[in-house]
């Protein structure tokens, strides 16, 4: 006898032996059994779900001999002939390779006749949304009213091409793609039946693969039992399918929560040896991190074996949460981008790359670059005003006893509170390692003697404002600009900040503030934005402020714009000021130095806020 593939030897039969389409089964079996049937059902869904196998056991409930119910006898002669595909009265068309108006016009000729032996004459078409306009054309008129005994039964992948005139006329039922615990379960039941030896984590395997198909399901393993010659083993199946090895998962996780990115690249070398499929592999990885932030909210973990599991549970306690899903995040941008990657093992590498490449900020959302340059910021009162930029180590002995005795006990009470903001952005990273730690031993032992009696007095009461020191922003803006000088004193950050910054000031009242947004910068203005606006003003005014904004070009300085005019301003002053330094001149004529005008720059939008603090 000759060999029948799984899909066709285990197809259902009847209603109860259908998996996954229990909503369609209740209805089909509803309708029957009150002998209430439409003239026509169109049956949807992806490839191997079942519609042309419902279609049948349609037809044949329809012709049963023992009467039309939604249980068939599965004995007599009507079923028997349904089941062999020989039932005459059942009329299976491919419109796939029947698409012309003539094939449909041939079709229609025989619809006005009786059914031969069965109760209804049953018309059924797959893949229906092959047909060419005329054919439905040609269809639409016996569709609308066909005769008593005919029946109409389409099935579709892509009911989207079907006409709205056609479809309008049918009764439709959307078939689910199955679950891969459902094909999992079947799989096992028909080894079960057919008494074949089997790894439950190899059906696992297959039901992934199958993708929601159950007949792609039973040709996989139909090739699973001669992959493993009658047995159904992991092993086999896995190099079958090309996928990842649990053993490569747990190295790839241990790769990541040890920061060893050597350790990943060898994986994926292993990986490559074993002949896996890249685009699997992924999509592995990102359920192993998708069950690690699972396993951080304490939730139960999807199907992986042990040894998976507990790497899961491993990397859940050493991995951050920012970490698991900045990786699931580039998992999503792989699987996007790795089709277009020169191979899939680039694509794959490429993505463990990255992960290895970015870290979640940390500190409030602040980068470590952002953190250190705010330290710098704050540490600026203490480096001495515009000597210090560039003092050179054998220059400190001679320069700083001239300097202290007339400098220091005028200078530290009252230039301190004033002169550090602007004095930040010269002072480099070069000043303040080379200038301090020689500067001070010979300074001291002269100006202590003039500056105890005068600098105690005054410079206690000014010691707390240092504290906390205006940001460089509001410093800047104060006298310039306002309008900006409120906006750097209130809670403003993010967006909405960005809106009050771009907007010029037309009206300042008591209760009252009008602002102009150019039509160009109009895309920052949102409800939300504005709303935090108007809350942060009334918050830094004590009372509720009534603010308009009107979307219009403004002769006006905008914050935004001040800033980018007092930045330049600010450079040219600092540089004049440095050539101007006594000390520096003399450093500069002893040793033969020079300034280094593109070591000095204004502060960025960016440095300035980190140093609002």
Not at 308 to 333: K, M, P, R, T
Not at 365 to 388: E, I, K
């Amino acid at each position: 006898m000759a060999y029948l593939a799984l899909a066709r030897k285990w197809r259902p039969k009847s209603f109860s032996e259908v998996v996954g389409q229990e909503h369609v089964v209740k209805a089909l079996g509803n309708a029957l059994n009150a002998q209430k049937v439409h003239h026509a059902l169109l049956f949807t869904g992806t490839r191997g779900v079942g519609k042309t196998t419902l279609a049948r056991i349609f037809a044949k409930s329809l012709n049963c001999e023992q009467g039309m119910s939604a249980q068939p006898c599965q004995e007599c002669a009507t079923c028997l002939a349904v089941d062999e595909g020989r039932f005459v009265d059942l009329i299976e068309v491919d419109a796939a390779s029947r698409t012309k108006v003539d094939d449909t016009r041939e079709l229609l000729e025989n619809v006005q006749y009786a059914p031969t032996s069965g109760r209804y004459k049953v018309y059924l078409i797959d893949e229906v949304h092959m047909l060419s306009g005329h054919s439905f054309n040609a269809l639409l008129k016996t569709l609308e009213e066909p005769p008593e005994h005919v029946k109409f039964l389409f099935a579709t992948t892509d009911p989207q091409k079907l006409p709205i005139t056609v479809v309008s006329r049918c009764l439709q039922f959307s078939l689910r793609a199955m679950r891969p615990e459902q094909v999992e379960n079947q799989l096992m039941s028909i080894l079960g039946k057919e008494d074949l030896p089997f790894d439950p984590p190899a059906l696992r395997l297959l039901a992934k693969a199958a993708d929601g198909s159950m007949r792609d399901g039973l040709s996989l393993l139909d090739q699973a039992i001669a992959q493993g010659d009658g047995e159904v083993r992991e092993d086999d199946v896995r190099q079958m399918l090309g996928s990842i090895q649990s053993t490569h998962i747990v190295d790839l996780l241990n790769a990541l929560v040890g920061k060893n990115l050597n350790s990943a690249l060898e994986v994926s070398k292993a990986m490559q040896l074993a002949s896996v499929d890249y685009e699997d592999a992924l999509d592995e990885l990102m359920v192993a991190i998708y069950n690690i932030a699972l396993q951080q909210t304490s939730q139960q973990i999807v199907g992986a074996d042990d040894a998976v599991n507990a790497a899961v549970e491993a990397a859940a306690s050493n991995l951050s949460a920012e970490e698991v899903q900045l990786f699931y995040q580039i998992g999503l941008h792989a699987k996007r981008d790795i089709k277009w990657a020169p191979s899939a093992k680039v694509g794959f590498d490429i993505a463990l790359l990255r992960m290895f490449a970015f870290t979640p900020f940390s500190g409030g959302g602040q980068s470590n670059q952002s953190q250190a340059l705010q330290a710098d910021t704050n540490a600026a009162p203490q480096v001495a005003p515009q000597a210090t930029p560039q003092v050179a180590p054998q220059a400190a002995p001679q320069a700083a006893p001239q300097a202290a005795p007339q400098a220091a006990p005028q200078a530290a009470p009252q230039a301190a509170p004033q002169a550090a903001p602007q004095a930040t952005p010269q002072a480099t990273p070069q000043a303040t390692p080379q200038a301090t730690p020689q500067a001070t031993p010979q300074a001291t032992p002269q100006a202590a003697p003039q500056a105890a009696p005068q600098a105690a007095p005054q410079a206690a009461p000014q010691a707390a404002p240092q504290a906390a020191q205006p940001s460089i922003v509001a410093v800047q803006l104060a006298g310039n600009n306002e309008w900006g000088e409120l906006v750097e004193q209130s809670r403003l950050v993010g967006m909405a900040k960005e809106l009050a910054m771009h907007s010029a000031c037309e009206k300042l009242g008591d209760d009252e503030i009008v602002l102009s947004l150019a039509p160009k910068n109009k895309h920052v203005f949102m409800d939300a934005r504005f709303a935090d606006l108007k809350e942060a003003m009334t918050e830094l005014f004590k009372r509720p402020m009534d603010i308009k904004i009107e979307f219009e070009d403004s002769d006006r300085e905008t914050p935004a714009e001040c800033l980018a005019r007092l930045g330049v301003q600010q450079l040219e002053e600092t540089k004049e000021s440095l050539q101007q330094e006594p000390g520096l001149q003399a450093v500069m004529s002893e040793f033969g130095a020079r300034i280094d005008d593109n070591s000095i720059e204004p502060y960025s939008n960016n440095q300035r806020d980190s140093g609002d603090q």
